[in-house]
Nanobody
Framework: HPVQSGGGLVEAGGSLRLSCTAS????????IGWFRQAPGKDREFVGT????????RYDDSVEGRFTITRDRAKSTAYLQMSSLKPEDTAAYYC???????????WGQGTQVTVSS
């Protein structure tokens, strides 16, 4: 399963970067998705990147503020979060999924808290 790092407490308007590193298998042929779950709410899609092409897409709620990139040499995907808002507070999860299959591996999650 991917290993996550990063997260923490930041003031509104600040930035944080989350990492998702492959463990046990490569990210080749995978989409690396980022999801978040706030207390009492369902897990929601944040964005995703295709590992091979590097093409990313985002939910409207984070478009223009969050950027997903990947470093093939480090087998790591990143979620760069800027202009953070209190409503971005959630546990963030990365997911490595193989398109067209049910194969998926989830990271352990990391907490992001944005204070107002």
């Amino acid at each position: 399963h991917p290993v996550q790092s990063g997260g923490g407490l930041v003031e509104a308007g600040g930035s944080l970067r989350l990492s998702c590193t492959a463990s046990g298998r490569t990210f080749d042929n995978s989409d690396i998705g980022w999801f978040r779950q706030a207390p009492g709410k369902d897990r929601e899609f944040v964005g995703t990147i295709n590992w091979d092409s590097g093409r990313a897409r985002y939910d409207d709620s984070v478009e223009g503020r969050f950027t997903i990139t990947r470093d093939r040499a480090k087998s790591t995907a990143y979620l760069q979060m800027s202009s953070l808002k209190p409503e971005d507070t959630a546990a963030y999860y990365c997911r490595a999924g193989v398109p067209g299959t049910t194969i998926e591996f989830w990271g352990q999650g990391t907490q992001v808290t944005v204070s107002s």
